[in-house]
């Protein structure tokens, strides 16, 4: 799938190098990869932890619902290769009134709000559990990953 975002790039260039090694626990205040779309309406600052263990995608139309075109959709990609990259996290930004029409519909919400600006909800939306059979080093791995509650409110910069 072609992707919309002119970050990728950017991503491989800051450490999205391949590497399917486990990371070591990074300093909290260790910096990692910068995205953004290609708007420019925000960044994202990834945790250095997920060097070379993720990939940026994008959300297919259907996916993507009504949200604003460029959501990203962060994917860990597992150590075994016969399993499909699973979503470490997904950032959406919707117009204040599709936000709005998307909380009223029935069933949970696409994600979680975390801003609000110039008519716009940014969302962000984490794995409700951990994809891998239990033990497993993807498992292992992927709770290693995880963002905690602190570095989801760190995660954006609304421009």
Do not use: H
């Amino acid at each position: 799938m072609k992707s919309p975002i002119g970050a990728v790039l950017l991503a491989a260039s800051l450490g999205c190098d391949g590497s399917r090694e486990v990371p070591a626990a990074a300093p909290p205040d260790r910096a990692g990869a910068v995205l953004a779309p290609a708007d420019g309406s925000y960044e994202l600052r990834l945790p250095a932890r997920w060097a070379g263990v993720y990939r940026v995608d994008s959300l297919s139309t259907q996916e993507q619902g009504s949200a604003r075109p460029g959501a990203l959709n962060l994917l860990y990609l597992p150590a075994d290769s016969s399993i499909r990259p699973q979503t470490l996290v997904v950032v959406a930004v919707y117009d204040s009134a599709a936000w709005a029409a998307v909380r009223a519909e029935a069933g949970p919400p696409p994600g979680d709000s975390v801003a609000a600006r110039a008519g716009r909800v940014y969302i962000v939306a984490l794995p409700q559990s951990n994809p891998f059979a239990p033990g497993s080093r993807d498992a292992v791995r992927f709770d290693l990953l995880g963002l905690r509650p602190a570095e989801v409110t760190a995660l954006g910069k609304i421009r």
